[in-house]
Nanobody
Framework: QVQLVESGGGLVQIGGSLRLSCTTS????????MGWFRQAPGKEREFVAA????????FYADSVKGRFTISRDIVENAVYLQMDSLKPEDTAVYYC????????????????WGQGTQVTVSS
């Protein structure tokens, strides 16, 4: 069973930054694209960013382009989401995901999920 463990969430002021981490096994890290999704209260889970296993391609939701950066660390078997210029609408539980079937933007296409980490942006 694939294990994905997120960390790094917390409370931050508007305009601040946070870095989320997702660690997994070496096999999962070297085999699958990985991504980040988020879910705010009362809303559906939505795509945030994804990165191919080869590290050649990254994908972002329009709402986070230019503010968030996804990256992979082959030493730590980790995927990071650097979040800058945070806004109140970024408040959500953020989930790490692996093993997409094809459509990176559809949460239903991803096979494995972490437990989530809360990000709260306050004024």
């Amino acid at each position: 069973q694939v294990q994905l463990v997120e960390s790094g969430g917390g409370l931050v002021q508007i305009g601040g930054s946070l870095r989320l981490s997702c660690t997994t096994s070496p096999r999962t890290f070297s085999t699958y694209p990985m991504g980040w999704f988020r879910q705010a209260p009362g809303k559906e889970r939505e795509f945030v960013a994804a990165i191919s296993y080869s590290n050649r391609q990254t994908f972002y939701a329009d709402s986070v382009k230019g503010r968030f950066t996804i990256s992979r660390d082959i030493v730590e078997n980790a995927v990071y989401l650097q979040m800058d210029s945070l806004k109140p609408e970024d408040t959500a539980v953020y989930y790490c995901a692996a093993d997409p079937a094809g459509n990176y933007y559809d949460p239903g296409d991803w096979g494995d999920w972490g437990q989530g980490t809360q990000v709260t942006v306050s004024s």
